[in-house]
């Protein structure tokens, strides 16, 4: 099952006279890329909360953000200088423009620095908090992984429907292959006709040079390395989770095919225009895939 590096999910948990706000972040990225933004009195905790990311995200920048609040009265100091001179200069405001209202303490309150923890987290508080923060955070980490997972399978129905399309583009220039022998022998007939005229020409030599001549634009061996690629792209969308960098590099063969294709037909005019627009619309599919491909996991 394909899975993609995008994603983003949150929740929040009160317990034991604290609220937790969790929001997990991730987008795609070569590697693991762990990002928190914790708390000063929740750092401690770091090395937990990323031993948890690892166990449901492989692969991809993530960023955690967590907020703790208290949810009691006991424990909070108000700078109440601080509050005095917000208070002061809104009623200034409000009676320099003639606003109308109340001021709401509510919101004054949550002004930065008007309101703060008395103490730092005791290590009976800290241990509390931990354990409520880590059950919260795997859900929130499963939430995550689910929308990946609803993003990957349409993920994987898109790659899954240009492979299928860069295996029809194979056939169609597998069947127009099949007629480089006769176009050899007729390219190499009609030089001699040029060069020589009427004279005589050994047969058997002539099919030698042909042979040579079908040998240097054959592409047998590359449609069939092909087709394997291909193939074995499917079985990784089928039969594994962590299929991002193992398709990247199949991708990345499949090119080089197309690229050889294009370069082994083109002393075949007969053929070599229509091998060469179906081996350019190859690379178009192919490097759509590998943008496709950049997000999964």
């Known amino acids: 099952m394909v899975r993609s590096m995008t994603g983003y999910s949150k929740a929040r948990r009160e317990e034991g006279g604290f609220a937790l706000n969790i929001a997990v972040k991730s987008v795609n990225h070569r590697f693991l890329d762990l990002q928190f933004r914790l708390p000063s009195e929740l750092v401690p905790l770091e090395p937990a909360l990323r031993r948890i990311v690892k166990q449901y995200v492989v692969r991809g920048h993530v960023e955690v953000a967590l907020n703790l609040e208290r949810t009691d009265t006991q424990g909070f100091k108000v700078n109440r200088e601080l509050l005095r001179s917000y208070v002061a200069a809104c009623r200034e405001v409000r009676d320099e423009l003639g606003f109308a209202g109340e001021m709401d303490v509510v919101q004054l309150l949550k002004i930065q620095g008007v309101l703060s923890t008395e103490n730092e987290l005791s290590e009976k508080e800290l241990a509390a908090i931990r354990k409520i923060l880590e059950p919260a955070m795997e859900g ?98 089928a039969e594994s989770q962590e299929v991002g960098k193992k398709l990247d590099f199949l991708l990345q063969e499949l090119n080089r095919e197309a690229n050889t294709l294009l370069s082994k037909t083109s002393d075949v005019p007969q053929i070599g225009v229509e091998v060469g627009r179906q081996a350019i619309e190859m690379k178009s599919e192919i490097e759509k895939l590998r943008e496709q491909v950049q997000n999964i996991e």
Do not use: C, W
């Open 140 to 237: 929130v980490l499963e939430t995550l992984n689910t929308m990946r997972d609803r993003e990957g399978a349409a993920l994987e129905k898109d790659i899954l429907e240009r492979l299928d399309h860069l295996e029809a583009l194979r056939k169609g220039i597998a069947k127009q292959a099949r007629r480089i022998p006769e176009y050899a022998q007729q390219r190499l007939e009609n030089r001699l006709h040029e060069l020589l005229g009427a004279v005589h020409v050994d047969a058997a030599r002539l099919a030698q040079e042909v042979a040579y001549l079908a040998s240097r634009s054959d592409i047998t061996e590359e449609l069939t390395r092909f087709q394997s690629h291909l193939v074995q792209a499917g079985q990784l969308l």
